[in-house]
């Protein structure tokens, strides 16, 4: 299966339960894999027939910070139905973390795989 990556994607938007979240902007770090045919694009070197990297890191900020929720677990599903259905992808696997949200640990989050995978995607053609 061929993946498209981002990794280590640090965004401020507001998030959080308490009245005090909702008025400031803390950093999320998301990593996202999308399964995607990378074969398309490498025959002439086609931007077009690939995930763009960088216009889907640049959605998944305007994302979060246009639909502010409390949980993680909210912004996971919801972003992750976003990029599945603006980008036409059918699996990815997203990982949103809150650094300092512990004070003992590095980061908490959520890591969420949604969608499905056909028996080609995965490389076992029948």
Known sequence: ???VFIKGLHIQTTIGFFQWEKEIKQT???DVAMAWDTAKAA??????K????????????TFANNNPVDLLETLAERMAAFLMTQYHIPWLQ????????VHNADTVGVEIERGQLTPIQLGHEK
């Open 28 to 30: 999320l770090v998301i």
């Open 50 to 61: 690939t995930l763009d990297y960088a216009e889907i890191s640049t959605a998944i900020e």
């Open 1 to 3: 299966m061929d993946k």
């Open 43 to 48: 025959v002439n070197d086609e931007l077009a």
């Open 94 to 101: 997203l990982k949103i973390g809150k650094p300092g949200a």
